[in-house]
């Protein structure tokens, strides 16, 4: 036996726990998700938070909190700004805004330091992910990168922290302890509100100026949301808060692993510097289209990915019948939770698992099985805003290593992830931006 790469929970008080034999975990986790191709698949049961969150808050009807038709309906309409590559390559002019002024933080950061250390790299990039997501939703800016950071949006960052930190815990909470222990719980919920509240805003702003203007502004993702479809508004703010808060922790943990292990390999920071110059031809700043070019830099978000995927593992339920999976028979409506870091860091599906190799993933060397490393989920349920993801980190990886030659922290120890329901840094990283 190995790695629990597989676990199951039945929807009762007391939880069963299935330890899978090593031999078939990548192949009963696709088996699992393979079974999701149902026209409207189910993520969690009554033992999770979401029944009773929905409960309290006024927003539910969203990509994350809603289930079946309702669920089906809002991913198609999502689906066609943030899915479609041609649709996707649009924002890049946006989001070059942004990683611009990153770059001039990481320059005001490098320049408090005699060194060039820019100290909770993280930090700062979980800023950059808000702003570039809002510049995306928003076609504004809410502030992130700014000196001060506006108290309002400051609150949004920290309700975010809160959430992911809670939610372990609430889930792990049965109902009833709740009305005893309260604390936790309201926390949770008062942070869910004030998200919601948040995007409330930023979208009303957004709204009332096109009521204003009268003029339909192409590109502008809400807009079209807004106008074309004719949605509720609260289902509109619902779906903003959760793309706002699902963007910043990817941004943010990949970005920072990315660096860090860049800055551990100088011998792959520098092909993949002399990539990027050399498919610029000179100019400073990447489109899209230049991105598609740059092989490496692909393979090493791959394999940041593979080490530290932003969500270690997933839930799914199979509601319309018992299923085999393997020697077992998992019965209906029961929460499968597939346990993806286990998975791609087997060694039977990659050598040297637990070492940065990015040229794993070009020409020969990348036949990999398709489920050992599923970062962004697959199939219907597969995370929606993962090619805005990529595009943003793309750009921001290869501005910064035109700028920086990145190094690691001369007095800093290996940094280890650890799970915050996200795979985040179990402590911070640190490192040294010397200027090109």
Avoid at 170 to 186: C, E, N, Q, V, Y
Avoid at 303 to 326: C, F, H, M, S, T
Wanted: hydrophobic residues 40%; proline residues 6%.
């Amino acid at each position: 036996m190995g790695f629990l790469h597989l676990l199951w929970f039945p929807p009762t008080v007391q939880s069963h726990l299935l330890q899978v034999n090593y031999s078939y975990s990548v192949c009963m986790c696709m088996a699992v998700l393979q079974r999701i191709g149902v026209p409207t698949p189910s993520r969690l049961t009554k033992v999770s938070v979401r029944t009773c969150l929905i409960a309290e808050l006024p927003f539910s009807i969203s990509i994350i909190c809603s289930e079946g038709e309702e669920w089906q309906c809002v991913r198609s309409l999502l689906g066609k700004h943030m899915l479609r590559p041609r649709a996707v390559e649009t924002y890049d002019v946006v989001l070059n805004g942004v990683v611009s002024d990153l770059l001039a933080k990481l320059q005001l950061r490098r320049r408090q330091s005699a060194s060039g250390l820019v100290t909770d790299i993280a930090d700062e990039f979980y800023r950059f992910g808000l702003e570039g997501i809002s510049s995306v939703l928003f076609e504004s800016r809410i502030g992130c990168l700014e000196p001060h950071i506006p108290p309002e949006t400051d609150r949004f960052i920290q309700s975010i922290n809160t959430m992911f930190i809670l939610t372990l815990l609430t889930m792990a909470m049965p109902g009833w302890l709740h009305r005893i222990f309260s604390k936790p719980w309201d926390t949770f919920c008062q942070c869910w509100d004030y998200m919601f509240q948040f995007g409330e805003h930023y979208t009303q702003i957004l709204h009332q100026e096109d009521i204003d203007t009268g003029e339909e502004v192409e590109g502008r993702y809400l807009t079209y949301f807004l106008s074309r479809q004719g949605l509720p508004m609260k289902t509109v703010y619902s779906n903003v808060t959760e793309l706002l808060l699902a963007g910043v922790d990817t941004i943010s943990s990949t970005l920072s692993w990315s660096l860090y292990e860049l800055s551990r390999h100088p011998e792959v920071q520098n092909a993949l510097r002399g990539e990027v110059l050399t498919v610029l031809k000179g100019e400073k700043t990447p489109r899209a289209t230049d991105v598609a070019k740059m092989p490496l830099m692909k393979a090493v978000v791959k394999e940041v990915l593979r080490l530290y995927p932003v969500i270690p593992a997933n839930a799914r339920v199979i509601a319309e019948k018992d299923i085999q999976v393997g020697d077992y028979i998992i019965p209906k409506n029961t929460l499968i939770t597939l346990c993806h870091y286990a998975t791609s860091r087997d060694r039977r599906y990659f050598s040297d698992p637990d070492k940065f190799l990015p040229r794993r993933w070009l020409g020969q060397e990348q036949s990999h099985h398709p489920y050992a490393s599923v970062p962004f989920g697959v199939g219907k349920r597969s995370c929606i805003g993962r090619r805005i993801a990529q595009l943003e980190l793309y750009l921001a990886l290869a501005r910064i290593l035109i700028h920086f030659e990145v190094k690691p922290d001369p007095q800093g120890e290996a940094v280890c992830p650890m799970t915050r329901t996200l795979l985040v840094p179990k402590s911070p990283i640190n490192l040294q931006f010397i200027e090109r």
